[in-house]
């Protein structure tokens, strides 16, 4: 799946191992079972699969490929937890992921006991080959991509939840103020983008190629809540002509009218956050926005979606650092003053890119060929990572990808424009 | 709701309303938070919910309106565990009544005890109007009623599980052979039908009144599986001319070709029940028929269904016997060589008849009044109860009814045929 | 189909035949080929489908069946205007009768005249047997049925034209002020009800069997416009405890709001009619409602619907006259002052009873089985003849059926309630 | 809508007008009413709203904008025909167009004949401003748009008629034996694409802009049938690895098994055309594929498609010659044996681009606006034109789009792939 052999010794990847698994456990501690059996629409899972199909995916691709005298654990897992492999077989239906009150919570927790005995057992007594390396070290970046899953799922589950319960309690600190909204330029040319070199990457992140930007200008930070109010106070969901074709029968067919954790109670503002309702914070990034929301957003101020070129070429020059997972707010921050605030973490950043191969781009052999590739259709990529990503998942070249309509991840908005000298003469 | 104040003296009421609301957790006590949770469809509903409803109809129907001072147990309660009761205010959406994690299942087993308390403190402390104690009545009526749809709605749920869960361990027994089927001849003319009387009965069993019937004939027993086998075998389900039109379409719509617990496995046949899957036993009654296919077996077997009066004048001189809940056997038995056997118990016996308002037929007024007339539309009449159905619940005059197409309760079917002396010289 | 051989003689059979036959024509002759060839939903069929189903019967059941060396029109036909008859064959999608501009309405009028000529010749050339007499004249039944399903299907497609075309300009005529509602009192005891004799009926009108009928009382005339605006106005379509659980889920999915052809423009209230937009007038029969609409509007009339044998009872005694197609006024006139007024013509009266066999049916032999038996099921039946029924199609046991929510016929309302002597002192 | 002014006099476009607005009639002339009526599916639209539609938009943006005094020609044209253009108002219901036999086809003719003369007679007394020109000009190449949707809208429809009807008699002609499919190498490296310059083009078509390309190959012609063939008796339908996620959706859900008007007849197979039903010419392009066909046919041959700019390079030395709608052969033709045959006309060929905006793309100001940019999501780029499409219309900065499920326009497939000097020693 992904095109580089990790530079990770075997040792390293053991420790990472125990510690990437033990953090997935971590998410559903202090959950019930019932928490972790319900799935609130067909594009969500309920928290038991992301558990059992994070473990199935070490079973299948490291345990039974490489590990002597595998036997499996359950039977029907292989068909349970199957996500969308066709190679490996047919897939237990998606939609019905809700249904299965068996295996139990326990019985799950159980499965990944075991899997963790048998992959530290496996790592522990002979030296793996490359291949295997590399895909447990894939599996790892996959269970990472799960950690969210599961926050932004289960985040869901909750909103539809009339008594809007809380996750963890939210985390107290001063309110900030909104920084000031300014553009920084950049110069086009023709440069290099994409992933190269011997860390890993997934698949999608490659091959680097040559691409040509003409000169651009990005916002210093992603749009606040207090922003995009003011879009919606001037009927910015009542104007067809703010929004592609296809947004706005979105709009009307489902009766959008704000982001999808806003809400409304006696006239006050309020958004629904993995720590209950909270009053509507005015400085903080707006997110669970739509690809149709952000590009509507961006027509009705006057500026665009970045290329993810663009986004890629800024970033290149900013330290990764940002407001991810580990925090524990599990919820985006308003932003520093900074030239170029909040490109990691906080809340992913919509582009207009099309989510397509790079030049050259070949998935990998096998069935984790499925990983990536087959989706490169109907989708928008995604950069920088969110407050629910793990900081060592995300990387400069990394490319989430969602359909338009899609605003349960924490998604927002930053701005981009052309720059023409004759236009912006200050 | 019900036309007759009952005849049980209010003490008696109070032992019964401990029994039954015992019976009822009972049903859930082996059972984990995550069984508890989920909705196979609109249909069905969670246990979760099952234990909160009956328990909110306490509330609602007996607290609320003749306890001093009541105060809600939570203020969403009355929002999110209302059925349909229009005249009481908004519902939570029924086909979302798997989306709750919260209340979690201990909450609700704190706010069955609750209410438990107050009731029983309500009792034993004040003489309770005629109309409380109607209204406390009907509550131990309706808790019954949702006591067989929570095995029904949960062996629902299980049966779209592929490990084919076991929720009681089978009842072990001896086979038994089927018997033999003949037809019992019933004389006809000017009856009376319905309920009368002091005893509890639901709105919809009366008022009495006179029907006329025609000499008929009915089956001295249900159907076999051995017997609706034949009619699978012998192209059942890929002939129109055996069907109704609407029957043709659920056939080839939803693609049904047995039964809906039958399942085939490497070529033999086996049937889903509470305790797993089973072999097919011929000799039991078949059930899971949907009355599309009770009619169009009558039709192949050169019979047809009898009416819901044709059953009762039938069940008016059979002592209220047969294979009820209590057994602890969640499956229909093969029945017993007797002129008339099983009409009660076992299978509930599908009818011809479509549920409809007897003559003179008035709802209760108020809120109660929404509890079965505004459903005598599309749907049909079942008689006789069924092994979930608590013994003490059915009556001969008692109606149950589905829609044409539903088949996820232990509905079965006993033919009729018209008496032709022609015909039929011996 | 029909129980028993008409009394016509062949001769006579010919002259109405080629009546009848001239009828369907004439419907369509003021009509575009464009008119003719649309569907406004799967319900209902384009005008060119009915000329070609109505001639495909006679071709198929007759000049196949007895007429010597037959060719078929067209190979395809057969299966074209095939409707339902799963013993003729397969059947071209009901719902894609639409998209047929082949072949052309031309095609069409040719493919009639044909078979006119050759039934012609073989009522002409030899003497035919009962049964070929039997078929003969149940195609000239069916095809009286299409002509009144032409005139409604063509109205409901015109009423989804913004431009609300006049199929036929309006008869005029001084407006008629409504008669005063009143009941009529009717003794009720066994009574035999359905069709009897040497005469046409349709099989599902008999065998006459006994029914016992309770006193009742039964409205001298339709529900009125001017009544059921007052039922509108005091929120008949806001308030759900008028209606049936279906009935009310059906107005709030389908946003209903008034009748089927009702139209608000400016504050006033129109009447979409084959004759155009209309004024309401407050005289007329309320006609285009459901079965879920008259039955709650009878509910808040503190009154019901009758059941067909209350209805049969009572229309006995009256002779069969009334305003039908043949007056060329396709639409219901103001009721005059009668004892019982308007129970044949001007609007189908719904009543409570759903559509069932009558003791002892059996269903013709052959495809013309397939005619009315299969369609008993969640259908209820309507009594009496429209305002385009032909005159001499209509009888005192005829039963026309639709589903509950159906309104696209000339459906209407008249209110029938239980006689209680203590409560009726007159 | 377009960027740039036309350089056509005014003279000139006058006689334009005339010529495409008869060719847009002579497509319908042999046509019924009903022929022009009928709706196959949401997306096609019947010929009498493209006749009137293409109408519509000469009166909307010419007439009313620029005659001096004009009136409307109906008060609800501007309702009824318009296709998507919000700031013009309210628009009936795309897929509600079949419903409208009134107004009638002669209606549409005497609106189409009314508006001809009035523009002609506005372009004959006065000197048309920039503006109305520019628009003029646009209204004609909107209209010759509509001429190939007429085409394939009507194509549809005809295929969905089991009669399968003959638009134009087939043009008689040799076979033509398939040319050998080999590859054309292009150099890479960085180059301007897109519109520029005073000539007309649709305004998604700029700004002229660099891109980058690495080197590639192009096939020399379109795949043929005999090729597609192939695939499919390679169980290309049945073998999820080779298709798009939701590619593969599209298959099972929609049950696809060859492109979108091949059948099958006692085991041989072909194609539906205008002409009506012909064998399958091996030779010929194949037709009527999604870009998820032709994206899985790609990676079944190991290529994959091209870009829309490495398709714009190699077609930009080609002369633009081909086949198109001219010729009466509305089917695609084998192609000639050339180093880079068939790219205009022919078949429209799929690429792997999706319709976004060219950096610097604005819309043009008011309701035309609307024309192009508002659909820049979710679909891919078609170039080239087809045998339906004018040859005037077509340039090669043209980019025509559609969703990736359809497949009633004549799509092909042309094949691409990158070049890798030690994999292609030659």
């Given at each position: 799946m992904?095109?580089e052999?990790?530079a990770?010794?075997?040792?390293?990847?053991?420790r990472?191992?125990a510690?990437?698994?033990?953090?997935?456990?971590a998410?559903a501690?202090n959950?019930?079972a019932?928490d972790c059996?319900?799935?609130s629409?067909?594009?969500?899972?309920?928290?038991?699969?992301?558990?059992a199909?994070?473990?199935?995916?070490f079973?299948?691709?490291?345990?039974?490929c490489?590990?002597r005298?595998?036997?499996p654990?359950?039977?029907?897992?292989?068909?349970?937890?199957?996500?969308y492999y066709n190679a490996i077989?047919?897939q237990y239906?998606?939609?019905?992921?809700?249904?299965?009150?068996?295996?139990?919570?326990?019985?799950?927790?159980?499965y990944?006991?075991h899997?963790n005995v048998r992959?530290?057992?496996?790592?522990?007594?002979?030296?793996?080959?490359?291949?295997a390396l590399?895909?447990?070290?894939?599996?790892?970046?996959?269970?990472?991509?799960h950690?969210?899953l599961?926050?932004t799922?289960?985040?869901?589950l909750l909103?539809?939840n009339?008594?809007?319960?809380?996750?963890?309690?939210?985390v107290?600190?001063?309110?900030?103020?909104?920084?000031r909204l300014?553009?920084?330029?950049?110069?086009?040319?023709?440069a290099?983008?994409?992933?190269?070199?011997a860390?890993f990457?997934?698949?999608?992140e490659?091959?680097?190629?040559?691409?040509?930007?003409?000169?651009?200008e990005?916002?210093?930070?992603?749009?606040?809540n207090?922003?995009?109010?003011?879009f919606v106070?001037?009927?910015?969901y009542?104007?067809?002509?703010?929004?592609?074709?296809?947004?706005?029968?979105?709009?009307?067919?489902?009766?959008?009218r704000?982001?999808?954790?806003?809400?409304?109670r006696?006239?006050?503002?309020f958004?629904?956050?993995?720590?209950?309702?909270q009053?509507?914070?005015?400085?903080?990034?707006?997110?669970?926005?739509?690809h149709?929301e952000?590009d509507?957003?961006?027509?009705?101020?006057?500026a665009?979606?970045?290329?993810?070129f663009e986004?890629?070429?800024?970033?290149a020059?900013v330290?990764?650092?940002?407001?991810?997972?580990?925090?524990?707010?599990?919820?985006?921050?308003?932003?520093?003053d900074?030239?170029?605030?909040?490109?990691?973490?906080?809340?992913?950043?919509?582009?207009?890119?099309?989510?397509?191969?790079?030049?050259?781009?070949?998935?990998?052999?096998g069935?984790?060929g499925?990983?990536?590739?087959?989706?490169?259709?109907?989708?928008?990529?995604?950069?920088?990572?969110s407050?629910?990503?793990?900081?060592?998942?995300?990387r400069v070249t990394y490319r989430n990808?969602f359909?338009?309509?899609?605003?349960?991840?924490?998604?927002?908005?930053?701005?981009?424009?052309?720059r023409e000298?004759?236009?912006?003469?200050d």
């Amino acid at each position: 799946m992904h095109m580089e052999t990790g530079a990770l010794s075997q040792a390293r990847l053991a420790r990472q191992f125990a510690r990437v698994r033990a953090q997935t456990s971590a998410l559903a501690s202090n959950l019930s079972a019932e928490d972790c059996a319900l799935q609130s629409m067909p594009d969500a899972s309920p928290l038991k699969w992301h558990l059992a199909h994070t473990t199935w995916f070490f079973e299948t691709f490291v345990l039974e490929c490489f590990a002597r005298n595998h036997a499996p654990f359950h039977p029907s897992y292989r068909y349970l937890f199957n996500s969308y492999y066709n190679a490996i077989g047919e897939q237990y239906p998606r939609g019905q992921r809700g249904l299965l009150s068996r295996p139990a919570l326990d019985d799950i927790l159980r499965y990944r006991e075991h899997v963790n005995v048998r992959v530290a057992e496996l790592v522990a007594r002979q030296a793996l080959s490359a291949d295997a390396l590399a895909i447990l070290e894939l599996g790892l970046h996959h269970e990472q991509q799960h950690q969210e899953l599961m926050l932004t799922d289960f985040k869901h589950l909750l909103s539809l939840n009339p008594l809007y319960p809380v996750y963890r309690e939210a985390v107290p600190g001063a309110p900030a103020a909104a920084t000031r909204l300014n553009w920084r330029a950049f110069e086009g040319g023709l440069a290099d983008f994409g992933h190269e070199g011997a860390d890993f990457a997934f698949d999608n992140e490659g091959p680097r190629h040559k691409h040509y930007l003409a000169d651009f200008e990005l916002a210093n930070r992603p749009v606040t809540n207090g922003e995009y109010l003011a879009f919606v106070e001037d009927g910015g969901y009542r104007r067809p002509e703010l929004w592609l074709s296809d947004g706005w029968v979105a709009v009307t067919s489902q009766s959008w009218r704000a982001p999808g954790c806003w809400r409304e109670r006696e006239g006050a503002r309020f958004e629904f956050t993995l720590s209950g309702l909270q009053p509507l914070d005015a400085a903080r990034p707006v997110t669970h926005v739509s690809h149709f929301e952000a590009d509507a957003y961006a027509r009705w101020a006057s500026a665009r979606l970045p290329t993810e070129f663009e986004w890629e070429r800024a970033a290149a020059d900013v330290p990764l650092q940002g407001h991810f997972v580990e925090s524990g707010e599990l919820h985006p921050r308003a932003s520093p003053d900074a030239p170029l605030a909040a490109l990691f973490g906080d809340v992913w950043e919509w582009t207009q890119s099309d989510y397509a191969a790079y030049p050259g781009y070949r998935p990998a052999a096998g069935a984790v060929g499925e990983y990536n590739g087959k989706f490169m259709s109907n989708q928008y990529v995604l950069r920088g990572g969110s407050c629910a990503t793990p900081r060592s998942h995300i990387r400069v070249t990394y490319r989430n990808f969602f359909p338009s309509g899609a605003r349960w991840q924490f998604s927002g908005i930053r701005l981009a424009r052309g720059r023409e000298p004759a236009e912006r003469g200050d």
